[in-house]
């Protein structure tokens, strides 16, 4: 039951502009997916994700089991949160990002910069290890009536949507139904997870001009699979297999999936790290805040980040990809889950980039080339780095699952 009355979101009118060059996503509906175990998936299931995951990397997903009014509360209690929250315990809260490496608690604006431009996002971050109630202290005093709905919510994002996925995903992989979970499953006590409510308030109209309207630069998630739960504000931009940049539609009450880096990794760069940003919505929607709710799911905290070689399929992939061979080369393992998570947090937005040949930035961790998108001019067809773009993987995967 909820725990307090707080004023429910009222989701922003949609854009009355309807020319919008929109992303063309496949739909997965998650209740094909059945089982004690999550393990009764129809073939036709596999290869649509698989072909989905390998091209654009991006998916809608649908039936996932709450209602919309019970999503709609989870948008309530963050606009609750970004509305109440005060000065002192903004500053109290603020999150651990440059030494910790880690999101935990409360982003402030400004914290990531492009071209020196500092961003307008505010975010409150719960970490799957961090319900308990010594740890509760790290969110503002505003939002703890809350925290024992969010982490209802969180279980349901990581025990249901995630535990789905995660399953096709080992099929595709042609590995047990069970293999990616059992990397994923003790989210509370091993893993990283992160429950994310976001707030994108309208910059400046110089601020937008400098970095031609782009309020997330371009790049690839850290984790294994994100979850983000719709909402109307057009901003969401995904670069597609034919280097377009193009919009994600609102689709109300679904869900928007996508793969990070260490599923690449782990994969053996066989899945596509979906590479995407978030620009200036069109001009009538321009005046609103952008809320988000999110769901960024990784392995255990000391899964280590080495292809599966179990996997033909991954033993395939990783002949033309290897992510690792500067730490290899010094006798040392590829990084794990928890280490590239907070590796990437340290360093994102902080200024650690140089400009490349290819017009995008690029900064170095642990031994992989990083891109950062800033345009798509000479964009590479084939990258064998993270956040490239491999036209061939759609033909891979329908082979890997006829």
Known sequence: MPSANIKPWIPPLPSRKTDFDWAPLETL???????????????????????????????????????????????????????????????????????????????PMGHWKINGVKDRIEQLNFG????????RKRYPAQIQ??????????RFNH????????????????????TLWDLSKDQESKGLDLLRFALYRPPPPEDDEAVDGVRLQGHTDFNTVSILWSQPITSLEVLMPDNIWRKVRHEPNAVVLNLGD??????????????????????????????????FALFNENVVLEPLMESDIVKKASQEHDFWSERH??????????????????????????????????????????????????????????????????????????
């Not at 004690?36 to 698989?50: F, L, Y």
């Not at 799957?128 to 740890?135: G, P, V, W």
Request: proline letters at 4%; hydrophobic letters at 35%; glycine letters at 8%.
């Open 159 to 178: 025990d249901v949507i995630l535990r789905k996925v995660l399953s096709v995903l080992s099929l595709v992989l042609k590995l047990p139904v069970h």
């Open 145 to 154: 009536p809350y925290v024992d709905e969010v982490r209802e919510f969180a």
């Open 329 to 402: 080369s010094r006798g040392l393992p590829a990084v794990t889950a928890g280490e590239w998570e907070r590796m990437r947090v340290r360093a994102y937005g902080q200024g650690g980039q140089k400009k490349g040949s290819d017009g995008h930035d690029h900064e170095q961790i642990a031994g992989v080339n990083v891109t950062l998108y800033n345009s798509i001019q000479n964009v590479p067809k084939v990258a064998r780095k993270i956040g490239g773009v491999n036209e061939h993987a759609r033909a891979r995967v329908i082979h890997a699952t006829s």
């Open 29 to 107: 509906d998650l209740s094909l997916i059945t089982g004690d175990d999550m393990d009764q998936v129809p073939e036709s299931v596999v290869e649509q994700v698989g072909n989905a995951f390998c091209t654009t990397g991006f998916m809608y997903a649908v039936n996932h089991g709450l209602s919309y009014d019970q999503v709609l509360r989870q948008f309530s209690i963050a606009q609750h949160g970004f509305d109440q929250i005060n000065d002192s315990e903004k500053n109290r809260c603020v999150a651990d990002m440059l030494h910790a490496g880690s999101f935990v608690g409360y982003k």
């Open 262 to 295: 260490a599923m690449h990794f782990i994969s053996g760069g066989f899945f596509k790290p979906t590479i995407h940003r978030v620009v200036a919505p069109p001009e009538d929607q321009k005046h609103y805040n952008r809320l988000g709710v999110f769901y």
């Open 128 to 135: 799957s290890q961090n319900f308990k109630a010594e740890d």
